[in-house]
């Protein structure tokens, strides 16, 4: 079965997270994800993988935590999702108890995207090299997963060293929410395989990437689970993708590949704008269900 979710840049000028949430449960989507940065470096020297210039929504965004807390108050059963979550910029242990508290009060309801980002000034500001963002969310994800496992949790690496603690609330779900990975990169598959829960890039269009250069899904499919089974996990990883536009035939493409979850993009603005794309995704969605 595939499940279809939303996802939106959460802004002081965009509809109300808890608002959206309410919508989107009403008319029968799985999920919500929300992206994050803490902020962007007036210097852009970054360039915007997107091309061009950088919209506003992405120095807007409220806290996807504090956002989606406001949307688990309202909803029963919608999931919540980060989309994604930069863990290079927080830190774990603190954000182990932010993930915990919102699995726990939403009675394990998250889903956790994460990556490590694109913004090279940004991180830094965190303290985070741009060329070891990958080794530390790593480490920081690893640390989490301790932290939500363990009564007398510990953990030493390179990045993250902390003696046995005690934290509290476990999550509700066992284990922590699954931790799904947003990049295309080559190396991604052996990091799901390694300390993630499935796979989460981001749309391209089937004609970007018939042009060359873009992500062959139906071979990121395969990488991951040949790399899950190289790592000895049972059970199937997760496929999910993320900034689907309101196309039958993109949805279509994507089941056939293989994605359990298709989360349709809606833009960072009002109410009167999102609400009639999102009827329009509601009925998309309902033509596949079942």
Known sequence: MTHFGLVIFPTDKAIRPDTLAKEAEAFGFESLFLPEHTHIPASRRSPWPGG?????????TYDPFVALSMAASVTQTLRLGTG??????RDPI?????????????AGRLLLGVGAGWNAEEMENHGTPFTQRWRILRERVLAMRAIWTQEDAEFHGDFVDFDPL????????????PVLIGASSRFVYDRIAEYGDGWFPIYQDKRRRDAGGGVDYAEGIRHTRAAWQARGRGGEPNFSIFGVGPSE??????IDIGFHRIVFALPPTDADTVMPLLERYAA?????AG
């Open 52 to 60: 061009g210039d950088l919209p506003e929504e992405y120095w807007r």
């Open 84 to 89: 994604i979550s930069l863990v290079t910029e």
């Open 94 to 106: 603190l954000m182990a108890k932010q993930v915990a508290s919102l699995d726990h009060l939403s």
């Open 166 to 177: 005690w934290a509290y609330p476990k999550p509700m779900q066992a284990g922590g929410p």
């Open 249 to 254: 035939q993109a949805v279509e493409e994507l």
């Open 284 to 288: 998309l969605a309902h033509g596949y």
